[in-house]
């Protein structure tokens, strides 16, 4: 019988709760079809948290992460917190856990499926063949620097700082080399080197490393020009590597690739085999409560998770199976409906891809 994996499941706020409980319903069939054995524990995190404990990320939540064998997370956020001071706000709680679960990778598969060529505000012809994964720093740069307000010569200031050093840039560009070694051999670095100094050392950082990989071709690409290259020829990217707030932004870029943000799964991982899965969008106030949310982005994190933490390759496949063959067959919540009076809803959709999982 397969050991019992524990998973430590942080619904979150808005939309977080409608998706994971989808989620939770891939788990229970996956045992059922797979014989996997999972353990859930849930965890208050969040908006939620601040309201029920005075902080985002409870001891206790963050207790329960460190002893599990992975954590699947929902979303966080809400205009309710949005005029916290910075400590009672859910998204200080995102970034502590991944500070605190040293989780300083954060994967991001950005692909096309066939079908929804038309739900892209893209020409189709421009998205033929797009599969890219970005490839996120997540506990460095500007994110994580010195942040506070003074008082200047004009009045009120505020400062946010970034800081990289040589050993944040190693590890995580290493770690998109050997990805990249697994697929089409294609790396881009994005960085702004033409005007930042972090971005300076990172260059170099790739620049010294690359040839530990030859059979990785090479490209240094400015954020900017990426930004806009995502757009003229996304198909000619594989793995992109980049700092943390580019990342944050050309992945939400990458996601519109896919027809929606509702399609985008990450997975945030460290030095070991543990990792964070969650969908790469928020927690959508403005569609939350509607059950219209889409819950593939965080299906397909279970999968993600089944691959990457516990070597679960036939269910995982099973799960990304499942979600095409739901979608051929013209499936469709709101955010990728061509025709929206046709749309599904949440758990509709997550009862279809349920029913979809088999050996
Ligand atoms: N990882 C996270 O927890 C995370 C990520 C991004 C934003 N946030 C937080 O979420 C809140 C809202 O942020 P935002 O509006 O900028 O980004 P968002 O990703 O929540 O929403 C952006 C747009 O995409 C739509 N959308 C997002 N997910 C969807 C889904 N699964 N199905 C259908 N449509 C979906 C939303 O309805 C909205 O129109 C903020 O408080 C922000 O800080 C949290
Ligand atoms: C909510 C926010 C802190 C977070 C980030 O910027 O990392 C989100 O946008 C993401 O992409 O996970
Ligand atoms: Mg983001």
New binding site residues.
Partial sequence: MADVKKIAVIA?D??GPE?IAEAEKVLKKTEEVFGYRFETEHGLFGGIAIDQKGTPLPQDTLDMCKNSDAVLLG????PKWDNNPKELR??TG?LGIRKALGLFSNIRPAVIFDCLKDASTLKPEVLEGTDLIVVRELTGGIYFGEKFRREGANGEEAVDTCVYNVQEVERIVRQAFEIAQTRSKRLASVDKANVLETSRLWRETVNRIAPDYPDVELEHVLVDNCAMQLLRRPSSFDVIVTENMFGDILSDEAAMLTG???MLSSASLGEGAFGLY??V???????AGQGI??PI?TVLSVALMFRLTFGYHDAAEAIERAVKEVLDAGHR?G?IAVDKSKAIGTTAMGDLIVNAIRK
Avoid at 75 to 78: L, W
Avoid at 281 to 287: C, T
Wanted: charged share 15%; proline share 11%; hydrophobic share 35%.
């Fill in positions: 979150g808005g939309i998706v979303a966080v956020g809400g859910p998204e995102l929606s943000i509702g969650e969908p969008h928020g927690s959508a106030p403005d569609i949310a889409n982005a919540t955010d």
